[in-house]
């Protein structure tokens, strides 16, 4: 039986432990809030500057006027390489949360003969650096708080490798945000941009009604609005992607950190009853040291 003190020492070691993972968890709770509030309200915006893309390029006038030369980020081109933009996490102490996304983008990594690979967070760039991917470029140091100049700089990279040739499309491999308690790793297809399809005709009283609705007026033409909305486009998307990751990762962190805390509290238990038991054996075995030293006394 291990000896009551090392039992003591192992108890306080485990109390310590639990009381980091406990603050930890409640961190991580304070810090899931903000981030789910910011990545709810986040997705409104996304959806509206998709829909100011598509009433631009709904108009039939529209879409003659557009010079694919102009605005290149529609291009459509035969995919040869593609480029993977892969989301973790920079700190572990997260349950499943980064293994998921990073098996989920390997497993697209290995359908791909020839691909561009940009990672986000620490993790990742330690996940595929390990197995001899090679990384085109790496940013980390926002995972659980990002900005929209931290999205900026993602599309930024994007948008230039499509931009320069290097790729002929552009995938965001992130993890969509369901609740505290679930996360799933997604692909989601960001360039070149595939404007949304234009609403079907209904009868001429029906589209007048609609027209009248909706009518919105783009200034100063809505080729000129399509150019500056194709960037900020990709932007959004990556920022609300980024919205997503920081809400997943929290609660990820915060169910580890509740499971580590419970899980201490029950070996604190068993330890407490192993150091007990000890003792007892300890005092029982000194007790019978001292009856046995009186009867060879009085022998």
Do not use: W
């Amino acid at each position: 039986m291990p000896n009551p003190r090392e039992i003591h020492r192992h108890m306080r070691s485990v109390t310590n432990i639990r009381q980091i993972t406990k603050a930890m968890k409640m961190v991580a709770s304070a810090r899931l809030r903000k981030a789910q509030e910011r990545a709810i309200t986040t997705k409104p915006f996304a959806e509206k500057i998709k829909q100011l893309l598509q009433d631009a390029v709904s108009d039939r006038s529209v879409l003659g006027h557009i010079d694919p030369k102009s605005m290149p980020l529609l291009e459509q081109r035969p995919v040869k390489r593609t480029g993977y933009i892969v989301v973790s996490s920079d700190k572990g102490l997260a349950g499943p949360y980064n293994s998921n996304v990073l098996k989920h983008a390997q497993m697209e990594l290995m359908d791909s003969d020839d691909y561009t690979l940009i990672t986000v967070g620490r993790k990742a760039k330690e996940f595929f650096s390990r197995r001899g991917y090679d990384i085109s470029e790496a940013l980390f140091g926002f995972s659980d708080k990002p900005s929209y100049e931290n999205a900026n700089d993602i599309a930024r990279a994007a948008i230039k490798i499509f931009l320069n040739g290097s790729v002929d499309e552009v995938v965001l491999i992130y993890t969509e945000f369901k609740s505290a308690l679930a996360s799933t790793p997604v692909t989601k297809h960001v360039l070149p941009i595939v404007p949304p399809a234009a609403a079907e005709e209904t009868d001429a009283k029906a589209s007048g009604a609609q027209a009248s609705a909706n009518e919105i007026i783009f200034e100063p033409n809505p080729v000129d609005v399509i150019k500056q909305l194709l960037p900020y486009y990709v932007k959004t998307e990556i920022y609300a992607a980024l919205m997503q990751c920081a809400a997943s990762e929290l609660g990820a962190r915060m169910t580890a950190m509740s499971s580590a805390t419970d899980n201490a509290s029950d070996l604190i238990r068993n330890l407490e009853l192993s150091y007990n038991k000890a003792r007892q054996a300890g005092i029982t075995n000194e007790i019978n040291e001292i009856v046995g030293g009186a009867e060879a006394l009085n022998s």
